[in-house]
């Protein structure tokens, strides 16, 4: 079956303008994650949906920061103002949810952001 | 608080010699304890968990790892290292009583299998 899917795959941008970062889950998994993964270093955990709950923000590292998900389909990462710091592997993970009784995270390829 | 230690940032072993990758962990219940894999230029691949059961797990690509409680610890092995093994490892704990259903993260474990 189809993984989780992640678009685009590479964006470079200039600093200062907006990214859209999209992620599709799959289909039937009520979690989902957005990770940021800086060059050779571990996973940085940015936010959480569950279902129809309101979302986990707290790992956010900023306002210019903002991601939407309805329901439990596609997902959208928004970075407002680009800065180079931003410049990292943005990673989308879903699962099965609280109700599974298990918890593993199925990641998707990431897109490779580049502020310039 | 929840936390997940991988002590060595890399670990080199000879093609065809055991090699394990350490991942130690504190959490205030009981544990689920994950191992993901990432290739160069990939996403997370999912290789084994601890639920419940045997303290052995087995996983994908002839991985297991082997749940300490004693010592909080869910060291990952393969008894003959491939050159293909080389990636990064990252380790993740959950508490079964956390109602925050996320994982944490280890720093990862860069993984060196020389020929």
């Known amino acids: 079956g189809a993984g989780v899917s992640q678009s685009p795959s590479n964006k470079v941008t200039e600093k200062g303008k907006d990214v859209e970062l999209r992620c599709d889950p799959i289909?039937?998994?009520?979690?989902l994650y957005w990770y940021r993964q800086r060059l050779g270093q571990g996973l940085e955990f940015l936010i959480y949906f569950q279902g129809n709950s309101a979302p986990d923000k707290s790992g956010l590292p900023s306002d210019r920061f903002s991601a939407e998900r309805t329901g439990e389909s596609v997902s959208t990462l928004t970075i407002q103002r680009t800065q180079q710091e931003d410049s990292a592997v943005y990673l989308c993970?879903?699962?099965?949810?609280?109700?599974?009784?298990?918890?593993?995270?199925?990641f998707g390829p990431g897109t490779r952001l580049t502020v310039t | 608080a929840q936390s997940v230690a991988q002590p060595e940032d890399q670990v080199n072993v000879a093609e065809g010699n055991p090699l394990t990758v350490k991942c130690t962990y504190s959490v205030s219940g009981n544990p689920y304890l994950f191992w993901y894999v990432q290739y160069p230029n990939r996403g997370l691949q999912f290789l084994l968990k601890y639920i419940t059961g045997d303290n052995l797990v087995k996983g994908s690509y002839g991985f297991e790892a082997e749940f300490n409680k004693s010592q909080t610890s869910f060291h990952l092995k393969k008894p003959s290292a491939l050159v293909s093994d080389s990636a990064l490892y990252f380790c993740?704990?959950?508490?079964?009583?956390?109602?925050?259903?996320?994982?944490?993260w280890g720093a990862g474990t860069k993984l060196i299998i020389k020929p």
């Open positions: 993740a704990v959950r508490d079964r009583v956390d109602s925050n259903y996320q994982l944490i």
């Open positions: 993970a879903s699962s099965l949810g609280r109700t599974s009784g298990t918890y593993e995270q199925y």
């Open positions: 289909s039937g998994h009520t979690a």
